[in-house]
């Protein structure tokens, strides 16, 4: 392979369930703020499964045909206003696309510093989901010291980071839903109260939360699931509850009752990360550095891995996430990694 070219996973395909090949193409310099970081790992996420079917296109600047949104690895080069990072350093972060490849160019201020305790495949399981679920609960869902928190997709990768961190914080009960019950029980394990496995009747949870509760409902609902648990998150909440909009595994449009928002005070957000402006990015992994890392050195958080891949497996990776049996993340092993 020349000096300047690394191996990538191209979408070289987008009809039906869109095709993956590994694929030598030009490797990207640094310029400016930003670093070139030698990817060991590279997390998987739905939105890849989404991008290769045509579904979820890169925004502009991003490669339009690299899926990967994390990253673990090495800083190798530096652009020349960089001066946050020295070469060498063991780093995390995010990018709105092109991390499943060799090497990824990001502004030096997307980047984390990774904990000695972890190695490159378990960062690589770390920043989209601890990213998106510190934003979500604390930033924009302001769960506070003592607060009820309700983790939908509780086995997934925002699941369970957003249950660990949610206990870390203090919160006063953490409970979960999921597919199955074996990813409920699983869930203990990080630090959730009470689960209950939902198949396809959403009532079941707003019920539990009600038993669990003694009826007061929930501070916060974060929900990766979407509009076919609508109702029943608007009933699961308390008064001035917020319910945090991240996932439309269950659909994307759903019908509203304005009266029982009303009612409750209740606030709905929606957030995804990988559309934010550079700055807003920035500032979620700032605050992702001053009061998730520290968590993750100490063990207090950590990542959970379900199944890692070298890059030739590609799409044994993306099988295995989209099977749904899933616990914790998958991770993609560069060829170069170490």
């Excluded at 990207?28 to 979820?56: E, I, S, T």
Aim: proline share 4%; charged share 25%.
């Amino acid at each position: 392979m020349g000096e300047e070219k690394m191996l990538a996973l191209k979408i070289v395909s987008t009809e039906g369930e869109g095709r993956l090949e590994v694929c030598e193409v030009e490797r990207p310099g640094a310029r400016a703020d930003r670093v070139r970081v030698r990817v060991h790992a590279a997390g998987l996420n739905r939105a890849d499964l989404l991008q290769k079917r045509g579904r979820y296109p890169a925004p502009t600047g991003a490669p339009a045909d690299i899926p990967g949104l994390e990253f673990a690895g090495e800083v190798e080069q530096l652009g020349v206003e960089a001066r946050t990072w020295g070469v060498g350093a063991r780093v995390f972060g995010i990018t709105a696309g092109g991390a499943q490849s060799e090497y990824v160019v990001v502004p030096e201020s997307h980047l984390a510093p990774i904990p000695d305790s972890l190695s490159y495949e378990e960062a690589a399981a770390v920043p989209e989901v601890f990213v998106t679920a510190h934003d979500a609960l604390f930033t924009q869902g302001r769960l506070r010291t003592g607060g009820r928190v309700l983790v939908h997709a509780v086995g997934s990768g925002v699941g369970t980071a957003a249950v660990q961190l949610a206990r870390a914080s203090g919160a006063g009960a953490v409970y979960g839903t999921a597919r199955t019950r074996e990813k409920v029980e699983r869930a203990r394990e990080y630090g959730m109260d009470e689960g209950v496995a939902v198949a396809d009747e959403p009532r079941v949870f707003a019920e539990a939360v009600r038993e669990w509760t003694s009826g007061a409902g929930v501070d916060v609902v974060l929900d990766l699931v979407g509009a076919s648990y609508l109702d029943a998150n608007l009933d699961a909440l308390a008064a001035r509850g917020r319910l945090l909009l991240v996932g439309t595994l269950g659909g994307a449009a759903a019908t509203l009752d304005f009266r029982r928002v009303m009612g409750k005070r209740l606030r709905i957000m929606g957030t995804v990360l990988r559309a934010r402006s550079a700055e807003e990015k920035a500032a979620a992994v700032r605050r992702f550095t001053a009061q998730v890392v520290p968590l993750l050195a100490r063990g207090s958080v950590r990542p959970v891995l379900d199944a890692s891949y070298d890059l030739c497996d590609a799409d044994a990776a993306y099988a295995r996430l989209e099977s749904n049996r899933t616990f914790g993340k998958v991770v993609l092993k560069m060829t170069n990694g170490g």
